[in-house]
């Protein structure tokens, strides 16, 4: 087992014991020990070779056994013990934001609430708020993470379902009776959530295929089976819809299930304005006129007088209309990224050290990387102050002379922007850095106007580079703070400052549907994966579908710069 699951069960074993009420020394050994193992720059594998691991500060002996038997096994007899001794409510209670183990067990033995319905009535009946260490706007804050808990289990990540989607679809490919097949929905239009998965594929055959698809082992439920159509659901939920059709359908099925609802109904009307109706079957001349050959989606609109309108367009947001004009823009590829910006490494809350980073950078074909720890109001995360950000760019400098890579590393900074809009670092601690990227970590419930002007002062700052997840949404979990997007990205043109896309799976922020009136008047984007580990640098992928969706072409985009333009840039700003 990796290093960052075994911080997260040491996280988790701290959490459940709390809610039984146990000695606090035992819960801080693990969270100190879950703390030491996150932090520490020795390697995990070879610590634990060299019966080092004890010596770790921070890192008890009753802890150097169980991370042993997780880095070995995976598993831990003690964790899952403790994890089956207490109620599933209670454990499930957990996920609603706001809600750690010791309020659960408050809530549980104060006035015995077991389960999330239980909860939600108590909330509702103003039993919660009466609670010490509640009030009234705690219990609305709970309440309001139970309602969004029910209706975000709905929906998943796109990256979640990309990932299960990958294998199935080449796995239909390799399938004798397969003659094409591909993933239809909002999946294909790369939106940010998926509800459920839709494949397409052409064949004559369809038994074996429905078959193989309800019987694959990942299926935990079968829902429907039908001899062209089935659906299935796997372990975490997510379901997943098959249709077979002929070759000669395939083409206007995939456009039809692609979707979205509003771009059928406009090429449908733009079909019968054509003397054509156009369903997932084909198109049907309305009087006997001769019935066109279409095997392409690229087809399909060469026949209705548009260019090819990719599906990350297909939202009915005036794609009919540039494709008829010709003005679809060029998207940006996954090619013309050269680098990413904002990272984070061992100096906050980071798994990996500067060199580490730049080698996965390597990796992906980067020419360069920028980093961004946090700054010290995010204590939380260990936030770097002045002085620490000063050794930063040294090291950072002394890593861009040593020759050791090939990808020149940026120094930056995530700083925060402080409640009143003011930045947490010295100015003459961000002159000392290429870029300073800003964002709002804490305060998050200030009015609209306040978080609006707040971030505006922000963006006024002369050192600032790039605005950081613009609205601090995360996907699923919890809605963004109020502010007024249209006024930040005003600022931002005006400033000439960036908006990042931040490409954690759970951000994609600032949102797609913005980007394109923004970049149009102006706006530069910059893809930024937030990545806190080597991996974590993967997401930058889940950005470009963002900036995809946006309509950005690569002059819009920061990354798409060569290390030299995007230097100029920086100093620019300045
Ligand atoms: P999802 O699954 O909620 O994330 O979103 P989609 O877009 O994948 O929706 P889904 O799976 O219900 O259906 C796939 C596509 O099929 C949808 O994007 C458009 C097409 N479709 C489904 N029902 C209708 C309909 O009633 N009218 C039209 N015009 N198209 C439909
Ligand atoms: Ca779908
Ligand atoms: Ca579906
Ligand atoms: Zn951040």
Redesign the pocket.
């Known amino acids: 087992m990796h290093k960052a699951d075994i911080v997260t069960i040491l996280e988790d074993i701290a959490v459940l014991l709390e809610l039984k009420g146990d000695n606090p020394f035992k819960i801080r050994a693990y969270l100190s020990g879950a703390r030491a193992l996150e932090t520490m720059e020795e390697d995990l594998d070879e610590l634990i070779a060299r019966g080092n691991l004890g010596a770790v500060q921070g890192i008890g002996t009753a802890l150097v056994d169980k991370i042993e038997t997780l880095h070995a096994t995976g598993e831990l007899e003690y964790y899952s013990k403790l994890r089956a001794s207490i109620s599933p409510g209670l454990i499930e209670m957990l996920e609603i934001p706001g809600l750690g183990g010791k309020k659960v067990k408050r809530l549980h033995d104060a006035i015995g609430i077991d389960t999330i319905a239980d909860l939600q009535a108590a909330c509702q009946e103003g039993r919660v708020e009466s609670l010490k260490g509640f009030g009234k706007k705690s219990a609305e804050k709970i309440l309001s993470g139970i309602i969004n808990r029910a209706s975000y289990a709905k929906r998943h990540l796109w990256w979640k379902a990309a990932e299960i989607a990958k294998p199935i679809l080449e796995n239909l490919r390799r399938l004798p009776e397969v003659e094409r097949a591909e993933v239809?929905?909002?999946l294909r239009r790369l939106?940010e959530t998926?509800?459920?998965i839709?494949f397409i594929v052409a064949s004559s055959n369809a038994a074996p295929i429905m078959e193989w698809f309800t019987s694959q082992a990942s299926v935990c439920e079968v829902t429907a089976h039908g001899s062209t159509k089935s659906s299935v659901r796997f372990e975490n939920g997510l379901q997943a819809d098959i249709r077979v059709v002929s070759s000669e359908q395939f083409a206007f099925a995939l456009h039809?299930?692609?979707?979205?609802?509003e771009h059928?109904?406009a090429l449908r009307q733009r079909a019968l304005s054509r003397g054509y109706s156009l369903s997932e079957w084909g198109l049907q001349p309305k009087e006997g006129a001769a019935v066109p050959l279409i095997s392409s989606e690229a087809e399909l609109f060469e026949f209705l007088g548009l260019a090819e309108i990719l599906p990350e367009l297909r939202e009915g947001m005036g794609e009919l209309d540039a494709g008829e004009a010709r003005i679809l823009p060029k998207l940006v590829t996954a090619q013309d990224i050269r680098g990413v910006f904002h990272n984070h490494t061992t100096a906050s809350d980071g798994r990996a050290t500067i060199s580490e980073m730049a080698s996965a950078a390597q990796h992906l074909g980067f020419d360069y990387i920028g980093l961004a720890d946090h700054s010290k109001a995010s204590f939380q995360a260990n936030g770097l102050d002045d002085v620490r950000v000063l050794k930063m760019v040294d090291a950072v400098n002394q890593f861009n002379q040593s020759g050791e890579s090939p990808v020149h590393v940026f120094a930056g900074i995530e700083c925060d922007i402080l409640p009143n809009g003011t930045l947490d670092l010295e100015d003459a601690t961000l002159d000392a850095l290429d870029y300073t990227v800003v964002s709002v970590h804490s305060s998050f419930t200030q009015s609209k106007a306040e978080m609006t002007a707040r971030v505006i002062r922000a963006i006024e700052h002369p050192a600032t580079t790039m605005l950081g997840h613009p609205s601090g949404r995360l996907l699923l979990r919890r809605e963004g703070y109020q502010i007024d997007i249209h006024k930040i990205i005003d600022a931002a043109i005006a400033n000439q400052v960036i908006i990042e896309i931040n490409a954690n799976p759970h951000r994609l922020d600032l949102d797609w549907r913005y980007w394109r009136r923004a970049a149009e008047r102006g706006l530069i984007c910059a893809i930024n994966p937030d990545a806190h580990s080597t991996e974590g640098l993967e997401y930058f992928r889940a950005g470009l579908n963002i900036a995809r969706k946006g309509w950005l072409n690569t002059s819009q985009i920061l990354n798409c710069r060569s290390a030299k333009a995007v230097q100029q840039w920086f100093k620019v700003r300045r």
Do not use: E, I, L, Y
């Open positions: 239809a929905g909002s939106r998926v509800g459920d839709d039809h299930f692609t979707g979205s609802k059928n109904v």
